[in-house]
């Protein structure tokens, strides 16, 4: 009786120090990130551009290059995912299709970020002659991204009550007026929160944009989307591995760091509220 | 039986390879209730939804047997089911009202079909709330969210919705059933009131309501029309042994 007390008690123990494992590993990341930046942080990292081959200066060209690196992933990502979480949701019928359909985003999520990579280098930058742009990065990472967003656009429309397409329809509304109209609209808090969180995903990736949109260094803001344009997190790449002076560097490493860090919180913390919002408002 | 609305003639329906009706010939009336009844699963709501062709929607089902509506018949190959719907209301089960406002829950249809708009659209929404017995508690909160309402007001919301789309019949599958004694009797009431203007069919389980509210009564079991007369005539002299069965209670 005794010894299966302990046994329970250890087991109990291991299973709660597995969970705070996990808050530590984030707590410690954040610590070593904010120790390590927090010095170069100031108005002026943020707003001014590099300067004596990058180990001075600021990094705003890499925060607008990130801006409209995630701005341009969905807008490539958003109408195409809605549009096949609509079919799946709406259309489809479950069967052989909509399997090998699901299979097929599966994988498409399961493929490396450096395969994207890759794929967009032959495919925009090579065969559509975009060159290495904000154009052919976008598409890159809007793919990467898509995945995501059918996902959710799929989900958040499947839990739309069937009750209210019924009511619609039976008003004498036509099948794509009721989703248009009443299912979406019910539905998109839910695909816009999966978006959010995709937008983060496509900020946060290095791989992806290598081949195809970002640049090691650009002496002016880009000022179309054939330009390339630097990014938070392949500046951390560059100055980590091929700067001019890595160990001088560090500290705008770290701070680098902590603003794509921060950037990403902030949001993911959009796709929180917007849930917590939805939440406490829904009634059905 | 005078002037009908709606012809049924051997009417089947399958859902994949179980048969719900079976050869089905009835007549509703133009401007009557009438109440079907029978027990759980004997296919009175498959028969209602297939006066406005809502089994459409579900997969793997077979309709055989006509049912003209105005002499016409909605199942024929160049009827649109969209157009069927607008000429036959329904209200269903649980209140369904779309999580936007009152006014918006009622101007839906009319607006999208291009029925009114603007000043016409609001005199619409103020007739059909009047015609539901809902304006008077809720003309100063047309902007508040349906979802406010209790479930009484909705279920009168949803019979106001359908009703702005003006059409000739009016189909009720259990109105009431999710509804209390109170919010019953007035949507009872309603329906009293309504059958002035529209054809009224409704499915109930509550055989004191069709009593109550019908002019006719049709019985069904098993899918198969038992016993289809005046109410009266049904709840006191029936002439089919299962129907006097299942109005005293034996069964169901």
């Given at each position: 009786m005794k010894k299966r007390k302990i046994i329970s008690k250890f087991g109990t123990f291991i299973l709660r120090l597995s969970a705070f494992l996990v808050i530590g590993a984030i707590g410690i990341i954040i610590y070593f990130i904010i120790y390590?930046?927090?010095?170069?942080?100031?108005?002026?990292?943020?707003?001014?551009?590099?300067?004596?081959?990058?180990?001075?200066?600021?990094?705003?060209?890499?925060?607008?290059?990130?801006?409209?690196?995630?701005?341009?992933?969905?807008?490539?990502?958003?109408?195409?995912?809605?549009?096949?979480?609509?079919?799946?949701?709406?259309?489809?019928?479950?069967?052989?299709?909509?399997?090998?359909?699901?299979?097929?985003?599966?994988?498409?999520?399961?493929?490396?970020?450096?395969?994207f990579g890759l794929f967009g280098l032959a495919l925009f930058v090579v065969y559509f002659k975009f060159g290495s742009s904000i154009l052919s990065g976008s598409l890159t990472l809007g793919f990467l991204i898509l995945p995501t967003i059918i996902a959710a656009s799929e989900e958040a429309l499947k839990s739309v009550p069937p009750t209210f397409r019924e009511a619609s329809l039976a008003l004498g509304v036509s099948k794509i007026s009721t989703i248009l109209k009443v299912v979406l609209p019910s539905a998109l808090p839910g695909i816009?929160?999966?978006?959010?969180?995709?937008?983060?995903?496509?900020?946060?990736?290095?791989?992806?944009?290598?081949?195809?949109?970002?640049?090691?260094?650009?002496?002016?803001?880009?000022?179309?989307?054939?330009?390339?344009?630097?990014?938070?997190?392949?500046?951390?790449?560059?100055?980590?591995?091929?700067?001019?002076?890595?160990?001088?560097?560090?500290?705008?490493?770290?701070?680098?760091?902590?603003?794509?860090?921060?950037?990403?919180?902030c949001i993911n913390m959009v796709a929180i509220l917007i849930r917590f919002h939805i939440r406490r408002k829904r009634k059905w | 039986m005078v002037n009908p609305i709606i012809k049924l003639e051997n009417l089947n329906f399958y859902y994949g390879v179980v048969k719900a009706l079976s050869n089905i010939t009835m007549n509703f009336n133009r401007n009557c209730v009438t109440a079907i009844i029978g027990p759980s699963g004997c296919g009175k709501s498959t028969l209602l939804r297939l006066l406005n062709r809502m089994n459409d929607l579900i997969d793997n089902t077979r309709v055989e047997g006509k049912v003209e509506i105005d002499g016409k018949d909605i199942y024929s190959n160049n009827v649109d089911p969209v157009e069927v719907r607008k000429k036959v209301g329904m209200v269903f089960q649980k209140p369904n009202p779309f999580p936007k406002s009152i006014y918006k829950n009622i101007a839906f249809g009319p607006k999208i079909n291009r029925l009114a708009r603007g000043s016409k659209l609001d005199d619409l929404v103020e007739e059909s709330l009047k015609a539901a017995a809902l304006w008077d508690e809720v003309k100063d909160i047309l902007h508040h969210s349906a979802m406010e309402l209790s479930g009484g007001q909705q279920q009168r919301l949803c019979i106001a919705r359908a009703l702005a789309m003006k059409p000739e019949i009016l189909l009720m599958d259990e109105p009431t059933s999710a509804l209390d004694p109170i919010s019953t009797a007035r949507i009872e009431d309603l329906i009293e009131d309504l059958k002035e203007k529209y054809s009224i069919i409704i499915v109930t389980h509550n055989m004191q309501q069709a009593a109550r509210i019908s002019d006719f009564t049709a019985f069904l079991y098993l899918g198969q029309l038992i016993e289809y007369d005046k109410t009266e005539k049904i709840f006191t002299n029936p002439s089919n042994k299962k129907t006097e069965d299942y109005i005293t209670g034996r069964f169901g």
């Amino acid at each position: 009786m005794k010894k299966r007390k302990i046994i329970s008690k250890f087991g109990t123990f291991i299973l709660r120090l597995s969970a705070f494992l996990v808050i530590g590993a984030i707590g410690i990341i954040i610590y070593f990130i904010i120790y390590h930046g927090i010095s170069v942080i100031s108005w002026e990292f943020l707003t001014s551009m590099p300067v004596d081959s990058m180990t001075k200066g600021g990094i705003f060209p890499a925060i607008v290059g990130t801006f409209y690196l995630s701005f341009g992933a969905i807008i490539v990502a958003f109408p195409l995912g809605v549009a096949a979480g609509i079919y799946m949701s709406e259309y489809a019928k479950e069967g052989i299709i909509l399997r090998i359909i699901r299979i097929g985003i599966n994988n498409l999520a399961g493929v490396p970020s450096v395969v994207f990579g890759l794929f967009g280098l032959a495919l925009f930058v090579v065969y559509f002659k975009f060159g290495s742009s904000i154009l052919s990065g976008s598409l890159t990472l809007g793919f990467l991204i898509l995945p995501t967003i059918i996902a959710a656009s799929e989900e958040a429309l499947k839990s739309v009550p069937p009750t209210f397409r019924e009511a619609s329809l039976a008003l004498g509304v036509s099948k794509i007026s009721t989703i248009l109209k009443v299912v979406l609209p019910s539905a998109l808090p839910g695909i816009l929160t999966g978006s959010i969180l995709g937008i983060a995903r496509a900020a946060g990736e290095t791989a992806p944009i290598m081949f195809t949109a970002a640049a090691f260094y650009t002496a002016k803001l880009p000022s179309s989307i054939f330009d390339e344009v630097m990014a938070l997190p392949y500046h951390i790449y560059v100055l980590a591995t091929a700067g001019t002076n890595i160990e001088k560097t560090r500290p705008i490493q770290y701070g680098t760091a902590l603003i794509l860090l921060i950037l990403i919180l902030c949001i993911n913390m959009v796709a929180i509220l917007i849930r917590f919002h939805i939440r406490r408002k829904r009634k059905w | 039986m005078v002037n009908p609305i709606i012809k049924l003639e051997n009417l089947n329906f399958y859902y994949g390879v179980v048969k719900a009706l079976s050869n089905i010939t009835m007549n509703f009336n133009r401007n009557c209730v009438t109440a079907i009844i029978g027990p759980s699963g004997c296919g009175k709501s498959t028969l209602l939804r297939l006066l406005n062709r809502m089994n459409d929607l579900i997969d793997n089902t077979r309709v055989e047997g006509k049912v003209e509506i105005d002499g016409k018949d909605i199942y024929s190959n160049n009827v649109d089911p969209v157009e069927v719907r607008k000429k036959v209301g329904m209200v269903f089960q649980k209140p369904n009202p779309f999580p936007k406002s009152i006014y918006k829950n009622i101007a839906f249809g009319p607006k999208i079909n291009r029925l009114a708009r603007g000043s016409k659209l609001d005199d619409l929404v103020e007739e059909s709330l009047k015609a539901a017995a809902l304006w008077d508690e809720v003309k100063d909160i047309l902007h508040h969210s349906a979802m406010e309402l209790s479930g009484g007001q909705q279920q009168r919301l949803c019979i106001a919705r359908a009703l702005a789309m003006k059409p000739e019949i009016l189909l009720m599958d259990e109105p009431t059933s999710a509804l209390d004694p109170i919010s019953t009797a007035r949507i009872e009431d309603l329906i009293e009131d309504l059958k002035e203007k529209y054809s009224i069919i409704i499915v109930t389980h509550n055989m004191q309501q069709a009593a109550r509210i019908s002019d006719f009564t049709a019985f069904l079991y098993l899918g198969q029309l038992i016993e289809y007369d005046k109410t009266e005539k049904i709840f006191t002299n029936p002439s089919n042994k299962k129907t006097e069965d299942y109005i005293t209670g034996r069964f169901g």
